[in-house]
């Protein structure tokens, strides 16, 4: 039965029904109990498999079909009525001649199923920054992994009252047929169309495709960002808890420097991080002419592989109960490893794809981009404000991607348009995330470039105009991690470590610490950076890793003409003159 009377919502779910044509549609409560049952049942029909009570208690296993372990960029369009608004960046098709597509395809494609209705609210139900969704789904994973992904239940039918103002998606797994297999967005009516996936990001649709996709653009129209950015607060000696916001690409580390824990040296002092969001960041100026930011989510999908007591232990944490576990080891005792777990791999469990895995065979055992979904709530360092209705003020912004050359340990920008700047111009090398060639550099403005909603150099006109909603703006910074020797060996020893980098940071924003000013921005003098307890980073190491050389940068600044050539007239004046600036540097 119906769990709302709004008119908008019993139009939308009734023309979906009437299309895929489900044996019957459940509206889901969000209950406990409805839960449970939901839980159950996937056992039954073999689509979870239940881990070790004792060890993992309500945690469950899954195994994706092979053919759909990652985002499909390839397969994501952005259907605008004019292509010019979806930007050299998106797959684009007409609106209509897309829905054609699509009607086909879901023609009747729930017969035998069930359509789940999925009430969700994108961060705190009721706070300004909420904004409510439905996903109706044939799948029973998607519904489990939404109910720890966001808020789900039916306090979102109360909120939403008889509003139309909400987002629409429609997602079916099909026949998981990758020839016909469609993420599209129609912005401009709020709705999102997803299809013959079931894997993350393609089918979760609260996260890439609602919360960046079409936030971006409601961004936009109402004056906030919606970005691919974690929220860290770092607590110093004195007490003070400083919010910073950063965007890395996908399995860049944004996971990870959520939850840092600090080294030993900074513990002893006093350090302490908080976790306020580990993949999305909804940004909106305060009337403290402060950025404020809350993250939408309510859970983790977090990347398993490289997860480790070592590298990440509030990451393990939060897995030990209540989490489904996708494309991961499964052992004979009920539990779960992946690579980089700890040096023990088990001999006699299973591979991600259900085969006897051996270790000794050099196959991985876990899909790269294998995930777990987590509560929040589970995270031993999940922030006091995880739920604050009106979100944290952010004091630094930091860019960051995989760059195994070239680009310095952290520098900061001159300005709020040198940052943005920054931004436009980041690069990472391919991880396993999406689909596509593992190591390839590609320009990835913002960590947005999978996730931006329209024309990417509208993209950063807004926020350039952003600058004047705010009167005390976030510093913004670029880092990266991941520098290596000519052998590979990464540089610098990340993670907890990167702490020493945030606090030069946090220096920054309140003017207590040096710089030295170069044409790139500021970057820190080796002996900003404190090393103590360190000693696996020789100072010379150190050195390299602040400096920056204008012969490598040359072929830098050539690849981001050719990056900016792609987006002609509509590349805002204020990036083409930093643009300039560098190439006078770099001769
Ligand atoms: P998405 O969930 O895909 O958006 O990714 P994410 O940015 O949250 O990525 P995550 O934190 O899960 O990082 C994934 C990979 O980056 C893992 O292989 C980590 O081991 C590696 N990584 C994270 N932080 C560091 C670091 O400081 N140094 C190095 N060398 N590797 C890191
Ligand atoms: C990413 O790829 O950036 C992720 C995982 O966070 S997914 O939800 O699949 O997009
Ligand atoms: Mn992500």
Same mark, same amino acid.
């Given at each position: 039965?119906?769990?709302?009377?709004?008119?908008?919502?019993?139009?939308?779910?009734?023309?979906?029904?009437?299309?895929?044509?489900?044996?019957?549609?459940?509206?889901?409560?969000?209950?406990?109990?409805?839960?449970?049952?939901?839980?159950? !049942?996937?056992?039954?029909?073999?689509?979870?498999?239940?881990?070790?009570?004792?060890?993992?208690?309500? %945690?469950?296993?899954?195994?994706?079909?092979?053919?759909?372990?990652?985002?499909?960029?390839?397969?994501?369009?952005?259907? +605008?009525?004019?292509?010019?608004?979806?930007?050299?960046?998106?797959?684009?098709?007409? #609106?209509?001649?897309?829905?054609?597509?699509?009607?086909?395809?879901?023609?009747?494609?729930?017969?035998?199923? $069930?359509?789940?209705? /999925?009430?969700?609210?994108?961060?705190?139900?009721?706070? #300004?920054?909420?904004?409510?969704?439905?996903?109706?789904?044939?799948?029973?994973?998607?519904?489990?992994?939404?109910? /720890?992904?966001?808020?789900?239940?039916?306090?979102?039918?109360?909120?939403?009252?008889?509003?139309?103002?909400?987002?629409?998606?429609?997602?079916?797994?099909?026949?998981?047929?990758?020839?016909? @297999?469609?993420?599209?967005?129609?912005? !401009?009516?709020?709705? /999102?169309?997803?299809?013959?996936?079931?894997?993350?990001?393609?089918?979760?649709?609260?996260?890439k +495709?609602?919360a960046l996709?079409?936030?971006s653009?409601?961004g936009?129209?109402?004056?906030?960002l919606a970005e691919h950015m974690l929220i860290l607060?770092?607590?110093?000696?004195?007490?003070?808890?400083?919010y910073v916001c950063a965007a890395f690409p996908s399995a860049c580390g944004k996971t990870n420097l959520a939850?840092?824990?600090?080294?030993?040296?900074?513990?002893? $002092?006093?350090?302490?991080?908080?976790?306020v969001g580990d993949d999305i960041a909804w940004l909106?100026?305060?009337?403290?002419?402060?950025l &404020?930011a809350?993250n939408?989510?309510?859970?983790?999908?977090?990347?398993?592989?490289?997860?480790? =007591?070592?590298?990440?232990?509030?990451?393990?944490?939060?897995?030990?109960?209540?989490?489904?576990?996708?494309?991961?080891?499964? $052992?004979?005792?009920?539990?779960?490893?992946?690579?980089?777990?700890?040096?023990?791999?088990?001999?006699?469990?299973?591979?991600?794809?259900?085969?006897?895995?051996?270790?000794?065979?050099?196959?991985?055992?876990?899909?790269?981009?294998?995930?777990?979904?987590?509560?929040?709530?589970? %995270?031993?360092?999940?922030?006091?404000?995880?739920?604050?209705?009106?979100?944290?003020?952010i004091?630094a912004i930091i860019f960051g991607g995989r760059?195994?050359?070239?680009v310095?340990?952290v520098?900061?920008s $001159?300005? &709020?348009?040198?940052g943005v700047f920054t931004g436009s111009i980041m690069g990472s090398?391919?991880?396993?995330a999406?689909?596509? !060639?593992?190591?390839?550099? @590609?320009r990835d403005p913002m960590a947005m470039l999978p996730f931006c909603?329209?024309?990417m150099?509208?993209y950063w !006109?807004?926020w350039?105009?952003m600058?004047?909603?705010?009167?005390?703006?976030p510093k913004i910074f670029n880092v990266n991690w991941?520098?290596?020797?000519?052998?590979?060996?990464?540089?610098?020893?990340?993670?907890?470590?990167?702490?020493?980098?945030?606090?030069?940071i946090?220096? @920054?924003?309140?003017?207590?610490?040096?710089?030295?000013?170069?044409?790139?921005?500021?970057?820190?003098?080796?002996?900003?950076?404190?090393?103590?307890?360190?000693?696996?980073?020789?100072?010379?190491?150190?050195?390299?890793?602040?400096?920056?050389?204008?012969?490598?940068?040359?072929?830098?600044?050539?690849? /981001? @003409?050719?990056?900016? =050539?792609?987006?002609?007239?509509?590349?805002?004046?204020?990036?083409?003159? %930093?643009?300039?600036?560098?190439?006078?540097?770099?001769?």
């Open positions: 039965m119906a769990l709302t009377s709004n008119k908008h919502v019993l139009d939308w779910v009734k023309e979906c029904a009437d299309l895929c044509r489900p044996d019957e549609v459940v509206w889901l409560d969000g209950s406990e109990e409805e839960l449970a049952a939901l839980r159950r !049942q996937a056992v039954e029909e073999g689509i979870l498999i239940k881990l070790n009570e004792e060890k993992l208690p309500g %945690c469950y296993y899954h195994r994706s079909n092979p053919n759909d372990v990652a985002r499909v960029e390839s397969r994501t369009f952005i259907c +605008c009525e004019k292509q010019e608004d979806a930007g050299p960046t998106n797959n684009w098709m007409a #609106p209509d001649e897309m829905k054609a597509i699509l009607r086909d395809i879901y023609d009747g494609c729930m017969t035998g199923r $069930k359509m789940y209705v /999925i009430p969700y609210s994108m961060s705190v139900v009721g706070s #300004p920054f909420a904004k409510y969704g439905f996903e109706l789904t044939d799948s029973i994973y998607v519904v489990l992994n939404m109910a /720890i992904m966001t808020r789900m239940g039916k306090d979102v039918y109360d909120a939403l009252g008889d509003s139309p103002d909400f987002i629409k998606g429609l997602h079916s797994a099909a026949q998981m047929d990758p020839e016909k @297999r469609y993420i599209v967005h129609f912005p !401009q009516e709020n709705s /999102i169309f997803s299809v013959n996936s079931a894997y993350g990001g393609n089918a979760l649709l609260g996260k +495709c609602f996709r079409i936030a653009c409601l936009r129209d109402e004056g906030w607060g770092i607590q110093d000696p004195q007490g003070k808890i400083t939850m840092l824990i600090p080294p030993e040296y900074y513990r002893k $002092k006093g350090w302490k991080c908080w976790t909106r100026p305060g009337p403290d002419g402060r &404020w809350v939408p989510e309510n859970g983790f999908f977090g990347v398993a592989p490289g997860t480790s =007591a070592k590298s990440n232990p509030n990451a393990l944490e939060s897995t030990r109960k209540n989490t489904i576990f996708t494309n991961v080891v499964l $052992k004979k005792d009920g539990t779960v490893w992946w690579e980089g777990m700890d040096k023990n791999p088990p001999t006699d469990a299973e591979d991600w794809k259900g085969n006897p895995w051996d270790p000794a065979s050099g196959v991985k055992g876990a899909h790269p981009n294998s995930r777990f979904t987590a509560p929040a709530k589970n %995270c031993p360092c999940v922030s006091p404000e995880f739920d604050n209705p009106q979100g944290v003020p004091s760059r195994a050359r070239t310095p340990l520098y900061q $001159k300005s &709020w348009a040198h090398e391919k991880t396993a999406a689909e596509g !060639q593992v190591g390839e550099l @590609r909603g329209y024309h150099a509208d !006109q807004h350039l105009d600058e004047g909603k705010i009167s005390d703006p991941f520098r290596t020797d000519e052998k590979g060996n990464f540089l610098w020893p990340g993670f907890g470590e990167n702490l020493r980098v945030l606090e030069w946090l220096g @920054r924003c309140k003017d207590s610490v040096g710089a030295v000013e170069t044409p790139l921005g500021y970057l820190p003098r080796p002996e900003d950076i404190d090393l103590t307890g360190l000693d696996e980073v020789p100072a010379d190491t150190l050195r390299e890793l602040v400096s920056v050389d204008p012969a490598a940068w040359k072929g830098e600044v050539a690849d /981001i @003409r050719t990056h900016y =050539a792609k987006f002609g007239d509509k590349l805002p004046q204020a990036l083409r003159d %930093c643009l300039k600036d560098l190439e006078s540097w770099v001769g």
